[in-house]
């Protein structure tokens, strides 16, 4: 080299052969000639030519030079920089050029011409490309390492590679550019900050959106580089994150953006950093946490990511990130959820517990991307998500929240339709998720119309898919009805009901239209136009767009057609969503893309169009209807019995028969009824008659081949057939045939002529044949009828006893255990009650004679002989039949007239029956009579009675149908103020007067005085006043008050001059008063307007009398404690609709996040207990006609304890899960009109009453009370009467149905819905008391029949529910964010003991 050294001193260039000197004196064309030459030399030399290495160092030398290095043309400097890199290699490892300031020169010099390879399509790519790859393969910059700008250097050479890359370059540009800044990181003592920035600044979003190709680079670098620039990575995140040093990088704000990148990179580059995102995780920043959260949730939900079982103490500082206080932080972890569970199914577990707590958020966004989250996961795959998480999502369907719950129905519905429907995962699959047809279905049950036609457009879209042919949705819609629970049935054939009334009432509107212009037209279009908006969304807004259509209506000719189509009876589905298309077409505008007109009248067609039946459906589905009945249908595949699918399919077409009656007119379709006729199992036949009754109206003249096969069919089951079909088959011949007399008369001679007495069991069908004879054709048969009904009902049937009764000291039995002749004495009576609803007078003064015969059944406690013969279930049956008879005949204006009051108060005791199931089945008559606004409102004043009801769930009972009727009162009201007039019998305070005269000739009231019994009084007067003053709406407190102060100064009007009574009523005012003074801030205020009493129960007030006295003793002011009835507690139904059934209003349910664990979706279901009632679904289907019953009005459970196992599984018609451990209702099929559009039977509720205590008769003692003495004695259950056979349900069909038929002869099927109380379970006790077997309280009669047995003395405070302390501890004791998941806990224990729960009274207190 000392020779190289001399040689260079000596100044003179040797250039390769044929090449001339290279100064400035040429030309630029020339110079780049030459340098061409000069290029090829160096590059063929190679580092072992030492010779050619000294002869050229002064020519390396000089190229060098700033001549060069600075020369303006492009071309010269790439050849230089060519020929420099070449140097660099053949000169290695020692380089020419000894001056740090050169060398700098000569490396920023080359890392300049790099930017040539920016231009992939230059002609001197090639020469750009060379250049890379010589500096890469000699690792050239190494050098740069000595000097004290290195930094400066390669952070330059970085910066211009990744601004050259593009993807352009092929692979080999990419490696070689990789190579050699690699080799800089790893051959490096250190790696600068900036160096670091310039590489990581890649991997920031908006840099990585704008060139993929750095990104990509930098993201080879660092995976070449991972352990040599770990240390590096490592001091920069720890500068920033745990000394919060933000200046030493600009990258500091991106700090998170990097991690995720690094970390998708290659982990190991954050070994060291992931430790300090845990504590970031408890940072105070809200934005910090926020922002290590979302960081996180990706690179935990990241596809391939192993992190959470690498780093586990991370991950469960994460997990605790879902309980933040900060509502974005939850919300990011809720989101996270989806992605979570659809990478790493392993991670569900973990994940659950804490959704589950999310989905209680008091955040709606939250609670609604917990939703988002499961669905997501479950439409990817259902296997991902467990069944907890859908449970989640079903409980969110009750959200208080209609945005949330809209999520979680869409979402369930979804789920449904691909799993279950269209089967994409398989059997098992399908079979998982089942249960959410029903639980869909079930939402149909609340009051908002919101959910209403959501669910509707879900079974159109979803459950059975409108778009689908004809066959196969029919094949859909006949197996999703079969498999439905009996609740979800009831919801769906009320869908169906309230679509064909609203369908009714729009082709009214156009009725209207069609008619000329006059006054009452007006008002007569502006009452419909109310009525149909009551059927839309947001009644408030819609009611202009409504006003605005039937305005369109009258001016478009062509939409009014087209709307008169889409409601005609014919509408076949292809019409219909022809007509839908004009009428949105023509209604809309497509410079207004958001028309809430438009929406609006979308939402009408939705509910209107008849997108799923039709006279081609209806074909089909009888034809589904016959392969079954054949055994050729797929109902095993499909996993229902054929039997079931059968009865099914019958009762589908019944229900349609109702809605869309004209799609059944085809010979084809009644020749397959008339098929289903001669059937042996009753229930198919039953149905078809009732379709034919609703269908046949134009079979006669339409049809008369059929016509003439019918008619014998129908003459011979009302002669011989079972009850129920008789009773139909009556009823078909009335509707479908014009000569009715004639075939009327044809069966009533001989019917007649062979009633006989010697065979009861061939009584009971000519009976009832004739009951409906004398109902449908009373004038017909008038006079055969009056000596029927006298010598023979009366005389020959029930004022004899032949056979004498079956001793027991049972108070009930099963149907088919009740003797013949009482089932005949029952269809006698109703014989008799339904001649005189035919005849509707009473002329002939029969009604007062039928009266005295019921009362007097009633008085002798359904023995009327009084001989002794008949056995006390009997006499029950009998009491009860007399007791609804008596509620039938009140709902006739001319026979209401002439029942007394004594009369009156004899069938009130009735619900104070000793037999549990009379009591049971007379309140589903009275409720079922108030609520259709029949029956007198005096009657609503019965169920105070109930106060003192031993059987907590009847007092639950009678306060969800108090109520229901006073609030079916006041809406009916509000929608209907011209009925003013009539107020005394609608408004519902006005029952105040008849509680008090009632109580008032309470037969237990016989000390005026007596302490205890005034307490009862009071019990009972609060029974009916806390929820009248739940609401003081229109100041009525005060009007309550003063009607009690007009009362105190009249006189009883049944004993105007008895004293004693009038003391009585005297002090029973005083109760009332007292109450009301006590639990009212605004009773002083002026009334609203002066009360009219009932002249019947009062007289005139005498204004020369001030009755100012006090009756009450001293010692009752103590009882009455102040403070505000609570109506979030019996009224929770109506001021919080989307509560879950029967659960506590708790500050998180005021947070919004309404829950329903229920374990079974079934929303009359009696769970879910807790402390007292919370009341049933209190408002009226939103349609205009009041008398309809929301499907799920008395299928509400009281609050209290929980209940006892459902004992009877194997009755028929009962459901077979039980519900958080008590029995539901047994929910048997409806047989008739009335089951399916009236209301819904099955309200009663399961008791923990074992049946011996409900149904023996008690020792003596008070009405509703036990003897005192019985708490003192000790006995212990009998084992024998444990697991006893259980009992039937208490009715049988044929002889238990209603003594009511409406004017379209719908009966109730109120004794086949009624519970039925198991054998051998233990009864309740008083605390600390020894159990007492019910054994021990058979032998003694009670004294004074007419109401059952209270619970011990000891236990009376108990039997009331909780205190009200109780109550108000309970509402106001849970806080924050945990109660959800307490309350949730809660019931999952009561749901999980409950099969084996024997509860005893006094345990109520002391939860």
């Known amino acids: 080299m000392a020779h190289s050294k001399n040689r260079a001193t000596d100044g003179k260039i040797t250039y390769p052969p044929g090449v001339k000197e290279i100064s400035d004196k040429i030309s630029k064309e020339e110079m780049v000639r030459r340098l061409k030459m000069v290029v090829k030399t160096f590059m063929d030399m190679d580092q072992d030519s030492e010779e050619e290495k000294e002869l050229y160092l002064n020519l390396a030398l000089h190229l060098a030079s700033d001549f060069f290095l600075k020369h303006p043309d492009k071309d010269v400097r790439l050849l230089v920089a060519c020929c420099l890199a070449d140097i660099f290699r053949i000169y290695a490892p020692e380089a020419p050029y000894t001056s740090p300031d050169k060398l700098k020169d000569i490396f920023m010099f080359i890392t300049r011409q790099l930017k040539g390879l920016e231009d992939t399509k230059s002609a001197q790519f090639n020469r750009y490309f060379y250049l890379l790859e010589n500096i890469a393969w000699v690792k050239s910059y190494n050098i740069c390492f000595e000097l004290e700008d290195s930094n400066e250097i390669f952070t330059q050479l970085y910066r211009t590679l990744f601004q050259v890359i593009n993807n352009g370059h092929n692979q080999k540009v990419h490696m070689h550019m990789v190579d050699l800044m690699s080799s800089i990181v790893c051959e490096g003592d250190s790696v600068s900050q900036e160096l670091l920035d310039t590489v990581l600044v890649n991997l920031v979003p908006a840099h990585k959106n704008l060139n993929k190709q750095a990104y990509d680079l930098a993201k080879a670098l660092l995976k070449r580089t991972a352990q040599a620039i770990e240390p590096y990575i490592t001091n920069f995140f720890n500068q920033v994150l745990m000394l919060g040093k933000t200046s030493v990088s600009d990258l500091s704000e991106h700090v998170f953006d990097l991690i995720l990148e690094l970390?998708?990179?290659?982990?190991?580059?954050?070994?060291?950093?992931?430790?300090?995102?845990?504590?970031?995780?408890?940072?105070?920043?809200?934005?910090?946490?926020?922002?290590?959260?979302?960081?996180?949730?990706?690179?935990?939900?990241?596809?391939?990511?192993?992190?959470?079982?690498?780093?586990?103490?991370?991950?469960?500082?994460?997990?605790?990130?879902?309980?933040?206080?900060?509502?974005?932080?939850?919300?990011?972890?809720?989101?996270?959820?989806?992605?979570?569970?659809?990478?790493?199914?392993?991670?569900?577990?973990?994940?659950?517990?804490?959704?589950?707590?999310?989905?209680?958020?008091?955040?709606?966004?939250?609670?609604?991307?917990?939703?988002?989250?499961?669905?997501?996961?479950?439409?990817?795959?259902?296997?991902?998500?467990?069944?907890?998480?859908?449970?989640?999502?079903?409980?969110?369907?009750?959200?208080?929240?209609?945005?949330?719950?809209?999520?979680?129905?869409?979402?369930?519905?979804?789920?449904?339709?691909?799993?279950?429907?269209?089967?994409?995962?398989?059997?098992?699959?399908?079979?998982?998720?089942?249960w959410i047809k029903d639980k869909l279905l079930h939402i149909y049950y609340q009051n908002s119309i919101d959910d209403r036609l959501l669910v509707e457009r879900i079974f159109a879209q979803y459950l059975v898919p409108h778009n689908l042919e004809t066959t196969e949705r029919m094949k859909c819609l006949y197996y999703l009805y079969a498999t439905l629970d009996g609740n979800a049935v009831k919801a769906l054939n009320e869908m169906w009901k309230c679509q064909n009334m609203l369908r009714h009432h729009v082709k009214d509107l156009l009725d209207l239209i069609k008619q000329p212009k006059s006054d009452s037209y007006s008002k007569a279009v502006f009452s419909k136009v109310m009525v149909i908006t009551r059927n839309l969304p947001d009644p408030g807004k819609t009611q202009d767009f409504v006003k605005k259509l039937a305005q369109v209506l009258e001016e478009d000719e062509k939409v009014r057609k087209q709307l008169e189509t889409l409601v005609s009876p014919s509408c076949s589905c292809k019409q219909a969503e022809v007509c839908v298309k004009e009428i949105t077409k023509k209604l809309g505008s497509p410079k207004q893309p958001s028309n809430p007109f438009l929406e609006m009248v979308k939402f009408l067609l939705e509910r209107i169009a008849p997108v799923h039946i039709d006279t081609e459906s209806i074909s089909a589905l009888i034809k589904q209807v016959n392969k079954s009945i054949e055994g050729t249908a797929d109902d095993e595949d499909e996993g229902v019995p054929t039997e079931q699918a059968i009865r099914a399919g019958l009762e589908l077409l019944k229900v349609l028969s109702f809605t869309h009656p004209v799609s059944f007119h085809s010979a084809e379709t009644f020749e397959s009824l008339l098929g289903c006729l001669k059937m042996d199992d009753e229930k198919v036949a039953e149905a078809a008659l009732q379709i034919f009754k609703n269908t046949g109206s134009k079979l006669e003249e339409s049809f008369p081949h059929i016509k003439s096969v019918l008619l014998s069919v129908l003459q011979h089951k009302a002669k011989k057939g079972p009850?129920?079909?008789?009773?139909?088959?009556?009823?078909?011949?009335?509707?479908?045939?014009?000569?009715?007399?004639?075939?009327?008369?044809?069966?009533?001679?001989?019917?007649?002529?062979?009633?006989?007495?010697?065979?009861?069991?061939?009584?009971?069908?000519?009976?009832?044949?004739?009951?409906?004879?004398?109902?449908?054709?009373?004038?017909?048969?008038?006079?055969?009828?009056?000596?029927?009904?006298?010598?023979?009902?009366?005389?020959?049937?029930?004022?004899?006893?032949?056979?004498?009764?079956?001793?027991?000291?049972?108070?009930?039995?099963?149907?088919?255990?009740?003797?013949?002749?009482?089932?005949?004495?029952?269809?006698?009576?109703?014989?008799?009650?339904?001649w005189l609803l035919g005849v509707k007078n009473n002329?002939?003064?029969?009604?007062?004679?039928?009266?005295?015969?019921?009362?007097?059944?009633?008085?002798?406690?359904?023995?009327?002989?009084?001989?002794?013969?008949?056995?006390?279930?009997?006499?029950?049956?009998?009491?009860?039949?007399?007791?609804?008879?008596?509620?039938?005949?009140?709902?006739?204006?001319?026979?209401?007239?002439?029942?007394?009051?004594?009369?009156?108060?004899?069938?009130?005791?009735?619900?104070?029956?000793?037999?549990?199931?009379?009591?049971?089945?007379?309140?589903?008559?009275?409720?079922?009579?108030?609520?259709?606004?029949?029956?007198?409102?005096?009657?609503?004043?019965?169920?105070?009675?109930?106060?003192?009801?031993?059987?907590?769930?009847?007092?639950?009972?009678?306060?969800?149908?108090?109520?229901?009727?006073?609030?079916?009162?006041?809406?009916?009201?509000?929608?209907?103020?011209?009925?003013?007039?009539?107020?005394?019998?609608?408004?519902?305070?006005?029952?105040?007067?008849?509680?008090?005269?009632?109580?008032?000739?309470?037969?237990?009231?016989?000390?005026?005085?007596?302490?205890?019994?005034?307490?009862?009084?009071?019990?009972?007067?609060?029974?009916?006043?806390?929820?009248?003053?739940?609401?003081?709406?229109?100041?009525?407190?005060?009007?309550?008050?003063?009607?009690?102060?007009?009362?105190?100064?009249?006189?009883?009007?049944?004993?105007?001059?008895?004293?004693?009574?009038?003391?009585?009523?005297?002090?029973?005012?005083?109760?009332?008063?007292?109450?009301?003074?006590?639990?009212?801030?605004?009773?002083?205020?002026?009334?609203p307007k002066d009360p009219v009493l009932p002249a019947r129960y009062f007289t005139q007030p005498d204004k020369n009398f001030s009755n100012t006295k006090n009756y009450l003793p001293a010692e009752m002011k103590s009882f009455f404690t102040p403070g505000k009835p609570k109506a979030a507690n019996v009224l929770g139904a109506v001021n919080k609709p989307l509560s879950a059934t029967g659960k506590l209003q708790t500050k998180l349910s005021r947070m919004e996040t309404m829950s329903n664990a229920s374990s079974n979706s079934n929303p009359g279901s009696p769970g879910r207990s807790k402390g007292r009632l919370d009341s049933a679904d209190v408002d009226h289907s939103e349609n205009e006609d009041i008398s309809m019953k929301s499907p799920?009005?008395?299928?509400?459970?009281?609050?209290?304890?929980?209940?006892?196992?459902?004992?009877?599984?194997?009755?028929?018609?009962?459901?077979?899960?039980?519900?958080?451990?008590?029995?539901?209702?047994?929910?048997?099929?409806?047989?008739?009109?009335?089951?399916?559009?009236?209301?819904?039977?099955?309200?009663?509720?399961?008791?923990?009453?074992?049946?011996?205590?409900?149904?023996?008769?008690?020792?003596?003692?008070?009405?509703?009370?036990?003897?005192?003495?019985?708490?003192?004695?000790?006995?212990?259950?009998?084992?024998?009467?444990?697991?006893?056979?259980?009992?039937?349900?208490?009715?049988?069909?044929?002889?238990?149905?209603?003594?009511?038929?409406?004017?379209?002869?719908?009966?109730?099927?109120?004794?086949?819905?009624?519970?039925?109380?198991?054998?051998?379970?233990?009864?309740?006790?008083?605390?600390?008391?020894?159990?007492?077997?019910?054994?021990s309280v058979e032998s003694t009669p009670q004294k004074r029949r007419g109401r059952p047995p209270k619970s011990q003395t000891a236990a009376k405070k108990a039997s009331g529910g909780r205190s009200r302390a109780a109550a108000n501890q309970e509402e106001e004791s849970e806080e924050e964010m945990g109660i959800a998941q307490q309350s949730e806990d809660e019931e999952d224990e009561a749901m999980d003991s409950s099969p084996k729960v024997r509860r005893k009274v006094g345990r109520r207190d002391r939860r």
């Not at 819904?1240 to 009405?1263: F, H, I, L, V, W």
């Not at 003495?1269 to 006893?1284: F, L, N």
Request: hydrophobic share 35%.
């Open 843 to 1087: 002329q002939s003064k029969s009604g007062n004679s039928t009266l005295r015969m019921l009362t007097a059944i009633l008085s002798s406690d359904g023995d009327l002989t009084e001989q002794g013969k008949m056995g006390k279930p009997d006499m029950s049956r009998l009491r009860l039949a007399a007791g609804c008879a008596i509620l039938r005949l009140a709902q006739e204006p001319c026979y209401h007239e002439i029942i007394t009051l004594e009369q009156y108060q004899l069938c009130a005791l009735v619900i104070n029956d000793e037999c549990y199931q009379v009591r049971q089945a007379f309140a589903q008559k009275l409720h079922k009579g108030l609520c259709r606004l029949r029956l007198p409102l005096e009657y609503l004043a019965v169920f105070t009675l109930c106060a003192k009801d031993p059987v907590k769930e009847r007092r639950a009972h009678a306060r969800q149908c108090l109520v229901k009727n006073i609030n079916l009162r006041r809406e009916y009201l509000k929608q209907h103020a011209a009925v003013s007039e009539k107020l005394i019998s609608l408004l519902p305070e006005y029952v105040v007067p008849y509680a008090i005269h009632l109580l008032v000739h309470d037969p237990d009231y016989v000390k005026v005085q007596d302490i205890e019994q005034l307490k009862d009084i009071k019990e009972a007067l609060w029974f009916v006043l806390e929820i009248l003053m739940a609401k003081n709406e229109n100041n009525s407190h005060a009007f309550i008050r003063k009607m009690v102060e007009n009362i105190k100064q009249t006189k009883d009007g049944q004993c105007p001059d008895d004293p004693k009574i009038n003391e009585k009523l005297y002090t029973v005012c005083d109760v009332a008063m007292n109450i009301v003074i006590s639990k009212s801030t605004t009773y002083s205020l002026e009334s």
């Open 263 to 434: 970390y998708n990179i290659d982990s190991h580059l954050l070994l060291s950093v992931l430790p300090q995102l845990e504590f970031k995780l408890k940072s105070n920043d809200n934005d910090e946490r926020l922002q290590v959260v979302k960081l996180l949730a990706k690179m935990f939900g990241a596809k391939d990511s192993e992190l959470a079982s690498q780093n586990k103490p991370l991950w469960q500082c994460y997990l605790g990130r879902f309980n933040d206080i900060h509502v974005p932080v939850r919300l990011e972890c809720v989101k996270f959820a989806s992605h979570c569970l659809m990478n790493h199914p392993d991670l569900a577990k973990d994940l659950t517990e804490y959704l589950k707590v999310r989905s209680h958020d008091p955040e709606e966004a939250i609670r609604h991307d917990v939703i988002v989250s499961i669905v997501t996961a479950s439409k990817k795959d259902l296997s991902l998500v467990n069944d907890h998480l859908l449970n989640f999502v079903r409980e969110r369907t009750l959200d208080k929240r209609w945005r949330v719950r809209k999520e979680a129905m869409m979402g369930l519905a979804q789920i449904y339709k691909k799993y279950a429907l269209q089967a994409e995962a398989g059997k098992e699959a399908a079979k998982q998720i089942s």
């Open 1192 to 1335: 799920s009005e008395t299928e509400k459970p009281s609050r209290g304890r929980k209940r006892g196992a459902a004992a009877n599984q194997d009755d028929k018609g009962q459901e077979s899960k039980p519900k958080r451990g008590r029995k539901k209702a047994a929910n048997t099929s409806t047989d008739d009109a009335e089951d399916q559009w009236g209301e819904d039977g099955s309200m009663a509720e399961a008791s923990m009453e074992t049946e011996d205590e409900q149904n023996s008769p008690p020792k003596k003692g008070r009405r509703g009370r036990p003897p005192k003495s019985a708490a003192s004695k000790d006995e212990t259950p009998s084992k024998g009467r444990r697991g006893r056979r259980k009992t039937a349900p208490p009715a049988d069909e044929e002889n238990e149905e209603e003594l009511e038929e409406e004017e379209d002869d719908e009966d109730d099927a109120g004794s086949e819905n009624m519970e039925v109380k198991p054998k051998g379970r233990r009864g309740r006790k008083p605390r600390g008391e020894a159990d007492t077997t019910s054994d």
């Open 723 to 834: 009850p129920r079909q008789a009773k139909y088959a009556i009823h078909c011949i009335h509707a479908m045939f014009a000569n009715r007399d004639t075939h009327f008369a044809q069966i009533f001679e001989p019917l007649h002529k062979s009633l006989d007495t010697d065979n009861m069991e061939q009584l009971i069908t000519p009976l009832t044949t004739l009951g409906h004879l004398a109902m449908l054709a009373p004038e017909q048969f008038a006079a055969p009828l009056k000596s029927l009904v006298a010598n023979f009902i009366v005389k020959d049937l029930l004022m004899n006893d032949r056979i004498p009764g079956k001793k027991t000291t049972k108070l009930w039995v099963p149907d088919d255990e009740v003797s013949p002749e009482t089932l005949a004495k029952i269809q006698g009576l109703k014989l008799m009650v339904r």
